[in-house]
């Protein structure tokens, strides 16, 4: 693959031309991949095309015409939304501990609210209680809990959330598990994921300390701090 950035223009095209060059055809492109960079500083997907027909001649003109679709348009008011964010977990209250748990995890915009609606996820999770999954999470309850022995070989455990839509996340809370204080996290970063698919740090915790008290708060923490 091969990244060429061919314009920066306020306005944005309505499609492009290619010529092949003086020589060696064994070069010219016959597929290829059309993105532009928004005012997020995000890649966005515009069109592709696949195996095109390259002239045989030299310093010729494509024959087919390569249209780009108008994009979405993406204003800078958004720039922090997205739809996906994942704590990964790395650090526990311990000692001797044998796995992770939390009972929930809440979302807050800039105004305070509480974005509901979420969905939660906990990839490459191992439970051997099938009753302890991600979707305890954000059930609304801390009578039910979520638990992951996977953290215990590998060092990190990792809660994806998917938001209903895009929104931007200010600050979150996390909630003990109802037994086990050894389980508590204690270490952790907050990521965000990119409608191009990038993973953008937004917050990182070391070794915190947990409430004492079971199905209880941890302070509230911001988006942006690094503890």
């Not at 993105?35 to 890649?43: A, H, P, R, S």
């Not at 996906?84 to 809440?106: A, H, M, N």
Request: glycine content about 6%; charged content about 20%.
């Amino acid at each position: 693959t091969c990244a060429l950035p061919i314009w920066n223009v306020a306005s944005f095209a309505a499609s492009i031309e290619f010529v092949t060059a003086n020589h060696a055809p064994k070069w010219d492109p016959v597929s290829w991949t059309v993105e532009y960079l928004d005012v997020c500083g995000t890649w966005r997907h515009v069109e592709e095309w696949d195996d095109v027909a390259a002239p045989l001649a030299r310093q010729q003109d494509y024959t087919m015409p390569f249209v780009l679709p108008f994009p979405s348009p993406v204003s800078a008011a958004t720039c922090h939304y997205a739809d996906t964010y994942r704590f990964v977990f790395d650090g526990l209250r311990g000692p001797g501990v044998d796995g992770i748990q939390l009972s929930e995890i809440k979302l807050f915009d800039p105004t305070g609210a509480e974005i509901t609606g979420l969905s939660a996820a906990n990839p490459g999770g191992i439970m051997s209680n099938k009753a302890n999954v991600a979707s305890n999470l954000v059930d609304g309850s801390t009578a039910s809990k979520w638990f992951d022995e996977a953290i215990v070989g590998t060092g990190t455990s990792v809660v994806v959330l998917t938001l209903p839509a895009p929104a931007e996340v200010a600050s979150y809370e996390l909630y003990t598990g109802h037994d086990v204080p050894k389980r508590d996290p204690s270490s952790w970063r907050l990521e965000r994921v990119t409608p191009g698919g990038e993973v953008e740090l937004m917050s990182t915790v070391r070794n915190a300390n947990p409430p004492a008290a079971r199905q209880a708060a941890y302070d509230r923490r911001d988006r942006k701090s690094v503890v």
